[in-house]
């Protein structure tokens, strides 16, 4: 049973156009087709996330598994997770997928302690390595799952207890070596519990300052055993603890700079952790941006009528276009890339399912990819804001931007100048041009 198709019915998905009526072709996404100075495919380096399309069951808060799998009746955990990695690797190569990301517990079963959770690991990733040289497909990024266990339920690296502690950089080791192992062009960390509930049993400096010893380990044991990939962090607001140290990107930076850890880490942007911080997807990539450290994107959507993460497959081309405008700005991703971490709705039960999903996802990304490119291209939203700052181009302008002036030298020319212009922003034009390009483009 183990090397036998498991999607036996969903044809290989191929790019059909924007014309096709066929729910298992690509409208927009065409891996090969150029845009600017390299194919689509490379612009964009899709990656599969793991843990959403072959471990979620389909729970939530309120209800039991739902999801229908081949591999569900495997009472072998080994065999379970063995299944698994045959049908991601099927799954990758009939999408023309190239990456894909896991935590270590999505690819292999936890044992009672953690050297049986080691080697039951170490034994499934000689069969992903195994499909990986068959495939070609390769691995974007690695990480460890320090927040499922309840031994987290205080945080990992931030725990109050320090055996815990001990047992997330003991975890983090397994994953980047195995990371390494397999080639792995970055290593994600997420401090999913990395919080706190309440300040009435908290020591915040304390948890901060090993929040920081832990990274400084992780850069120090990169360097150790030569890993050449980018370490990324994750920020995420609120959800699950109502504190979170990594909130939004601001405050990765800050911390970052605090600690001088700037140079070790740079960021993976996720759409959804983006909006439950209040901020919009592209404002999340351009902070990342404009400070050198966007790493790599988590493309999904959430809820906005939701206060929780959703991780809905992307759909809004609008967004998909404004992220992959900061993208192209930046001049690409890579080493990062475009990860779905994104899982199909509870009610989508059925695993041709999963290939409806990527499909809209990569469409969605295809189609941004193109319409951004178009507008850079052509300038219209660059000019406008030159235009818009220009004041800083000459005279006073050009004075305060060279720190050629303090505030006497700007205090005289206020008192002699009561004339002061101001120009419109635009704001409806430009989302009108905006508009107009998606609807528009090809």
């Given amino acids: 049973m183990l090397k036998e198709a498991v999607f036996k019915d969903i044809p290989v998905i191929k790019y059909e156009g924007a014309g ?8 927009h996404y065409n891996a090969d087709e150029v845009v600017g100075d390299k194919p689509m495919k490379d612009h964009l380096r899709f990656a599969m996330s793991y843990w959403h399309t072959f471990t979620f069951g389909g729970t939530d808060p309120f209800g039991l598994p739902t999801m229908e799998r081949e591999w569900d009746s495997i009472e072998s955990p080994m065999e379970l997770a063995k299944r698994r990695v045959i049908a991601a690797f099927e799954f990758m190569e009939k999408l023309g997928i190239e990456y894909f990301c896991f ?3 999505d690819v292999a079963p936890e044992g009672k302690t953690l050297a049986e959770s080691q080697r039951n690991l170490f034994e499934i990733v000689d069969l992903i390595e195994e499909k990986m040289e068959e495939t070609g497909i390769k691995l974007l ?3 460890t799952n320090a927040f499922s266990n309840r031994v987290f339920m205080h945080g990992a690296a931030t725990s109050s207890n320090a055996d815990v502690f001990a047992r997330t950089a003991a975890q983090i080791k397994i994953a980047m070596d195995i990371t390494k192992r397999l080639g792995g062009e970055n290593y994600v960390l997420w401090g999913g519990r990395e919080g706190y509930e309440t300040l009435l049993n908290t020591n915040t400096e304390l948890e901060l300052d090993n929040l920081a010893r832990l990274l400084r380990m992780v850069a120090a044991y990169k360097k150790e055993i030569g890993f050449t990939g980018q370490l990324l962090i994750e920020p995420k607001p609120k959800e699950p603890t109502k504190h979170q140290y990594d909130f939004d990107t601001a405050t990765v930076l800050g911390f970052l700079r605090k600690y001088g850890l700037e140079n070790e880490y740079k ?6 952790h983006a909006t439950l911080a209040g901020h919009t997807f ?5 902070m990342a941006r404009i400070n050198g450290a966007l790493g790599s994107i988590d493309a999904n959507q959430g809820d906005t009528l939701l206060g929780w993460d959703t991780d809905q497959f992307p759909t809004n081309v609008y967004d998909a276009t404004l992220a992959m405008y900061e993208v192209l700005k930046q001049g690409g991703l890579a080493p990062g890339g475009l990860n779905f971490d994104a899982k199909v709705r509870r009610a989508s039960f059925e695993a041709e399912d999963l290939f409806h999903a990527y499909i809209a996802g990569m469409d969605t990304f295809a189609k941004g990819l193109k319409v951004a490119h178009k507008l850079l291209e052509d300038g219209v ?3 406008n804001i030159a ?4 004041s800083y181009d000459s005279g006073i302008g050009k004075e305060i931007v060279n720190e050629q002036v303090g505030l006497n030298d700007l205090y005289e020319y206020a008192l002699k100048n009561n004339d002061i212009k101001l120009s419109s922003g635009r704001q409806e034009m430009l989302e009108a041009i905006v508009n107009n390009y998606i609807y528009e483009s090809k």
């Fill in 20 to 27: 096709s009526t066929n729910p298992f072709a690509f409208k």
């Fill in 103 to 105: 935590h270590d517990v």
């Fill in 141 to 143: 990024w690695g990480t």
């Fill in 267 to 272: 960021l993976n942007i996720e759409a959804n």
């Fill in 282 to 286: 592209q404002h999340e990539l351009n």
């Fill in 381 to 383: 939203l660059e000019d």
């Fill in 387 to 390: 235009k818009r700052y220009e």
